[in-house]
């Protein structure tokens, strides 16, 4: 049987309050030269200034976007805020789509790098150890600016509050983060306090969010779970209903479900349409929100896509313009986010707006 659920508001506003850290992609090949790059969050890292502006006008910006991606509509959102935020403030800015390859995307920055068209790359990294060096030594010998979003860059995985920031770029925005999933787990377990079989399906292997997703599931093997399946996809929905299906299939007393993309989720439902399995998603879409409301979604948590992008470009005009940048914009304490908490509920789902 489904376990009885006892998550309140109140319990999510706690777990909600924890100090956000970032999560960023590991890469095995790159870890040992990123490690050096890095400060590794030390007090000196945080002594350290931000760059200076290197043009003297907000229109001259010429900005580089690089997405990880563009296959989802979180990052088609994203992506669309960019041109939207160049269209008011009439910034010049190219968006590169990264593929979720972080070759393809090292590649591109090394071509835009070289080109000389850009003082300013925007980055959501794939692999924020691949590109440390040239981020953090290469573009601001040639005069180029740096702002880091979703994914920290230099080693600084699992570092807290400002110490996502690494020393040299202008801003690190982060909100999909180690302590928010950390958090999840722990609504997990004051939900279910009998415990019960778990199922995890997230995206990519080396993905950032994949990698903290599965390192906050340990946590529950600690306090009565057992994690029967822990599968990874390329965060698509056909895909997320294979995976699902399969271990539906294979553990038929499964109690939850817990999914780490909405679009993903949506695979998820179709799988479990019919059972009593407790399905919980990360992404808070539309489609999300309006399943916490007719109750085929226990909960989400909502990401902000337009707002982290337009908080990574609004840093180097602030810093163009004279103004001091915040180091870390911690989207967990957004002004769009109502009653300070990204955690979704069906108490408290008609407050929230999906970004996409």
């Not at 915040?326 to 300070?340: H, K, Q, Y």
Request: charged fraction near 15%; aromatic fraction near 8%.
């Amino acid at each position: 049987m489904k376990r009885t659920v006892r998550t309140t508001v109140a319990a999510v506003a706690a777990v909600s309050a924890l100090t956000l850290t970032a999560c960023s992609t590991a890469s095995s090949q790159q870890q040992s030269s990123s490690s050096a790059a890095a400060s590794g969050g030390s007090s000196s890292a945080a002594a350290a200034a931000q760059p200076e502006p290197t043009v003297d006008a907000v229109s001259d910006l010429k900005i580089a976007y690089f997405s990880a991606g563009s296959s989802n509509q979180y990052l088609q959102a994203a992506i669309d805020e960019a041109k939207t935020f160049a269209g008011e403030t009439g910034v010049q800015l190219d968006v590169f789509d990264g593929q979720f390859d972080a070759q393809v995307q090292f590649d591109q920055m090394q071509t835009a790098l070289t080109s000389g068209k850009y003082n300013t790359f925007v980055v959501e990294p794939n692999d924020g150890n691949l590109v440390c060096n040239l981020l953090t030594r290469d573009a601001p010998a040639a005069g180029v600016m740096v702002s880091v979003f979703n994914l920290p860059i230099c080693g600084r995985a699992t570092n807290l509050g400002e110490e996502t920031w690494q020393p040299g770029t202008v801003t690190y925005v982060g909100g999909q983060t180690l302590d928010v999933y950390q958090a999840w787990m722990d609504q997990i377990i004051e939900a279910y306090p009998d415990g019960g079989k778990v199922a995890l399906i997230s995206g990519p292997d080396l993905n950032a969010n994949s990698i903290c997703f599965f390192d906050a599931a340990k946590k529950l093997e600690d306090n009565g779970f057992e994690i029967v399946a822990q599968q990874t996809t390329d965060y698509t929905t056909p895909q997320a209903f294979q995976a699902a299906q399969t271990i539906v299939q294979a553990n038929p007393d499964l109690d939850i479900l817990m999914s780490n993309f909405s679009g993903m989720t949506r695979g998820v439902v179709q799988a479990t349409a019919g059972t009593d399995i407790a399905v919980h998603d990360f992404g808070g879409d539309q489609w999300a929100l309006d399943n916490v409301q007719s109750g085929a979604l226990a909960g989400t948590i909502i990401m902000l896509p337009r707002q982290e992008t337009r908080d990574a470009l609004q840093a180097v005009v602030d810093l163009v313009e004279g103004e001091q940048p915040e180091r870390f914009v911690n989207l967990a304490e957004s002004d769009v986010l109502p009653n300070g908490t990204p955690f979704v509920t069906p108490e408290n789902v008609g407050e929230y707006t999906a970004e996409y």
